[in-house]
């Protein structure tokens, strides 16, 4: 996640935002509160992100799978369903 930069909803579970950081910060990823510097936007539905975004939209799942394979995997299964 180096040199990346995640944006966390707020329709996120206060457990999975607590995992969300730790694993992000724990892989040299960098948090904003601000959606539109994100490279990537973490989300449950996506439903009411402004639109425009330029960061991917993708679901926490993509995250914790990320961390436990030590890798950047493929984002397209990760797309919230609603998008």
């Avoid at 935002?17 to 449950?44: C, F, H, R, W």
């Avoid at 679901?59 to 995997?73: D, G, K, N, Q, R």
Wanted: net charge neutral; with cysteine; aromatic share 10%.
């Amino acid at each position: 996640y180096q040199n990346k930069t995640f944006y966390l909803h707020d329709d996120l579970s206060a457990t999975d935002v607590i995992k969300l950081k730790n694993q992000i910060t724990s892989m040299s990823g960098k948090l904003t509160e601000n959606p539109s510097k994100a490279d990537y936007i973490i989300t449950v539905t996506g439903r009411t992100l402004p639109k425009g975004l330029e960061g991917e939209i993708l679901t926490s799942l993509w995250v914790f799978e990320c961390h436990e394979m030590e890798a950047f995997i493929p984002t397209t299964r990760y797309k919230p369903k609603s998008i």
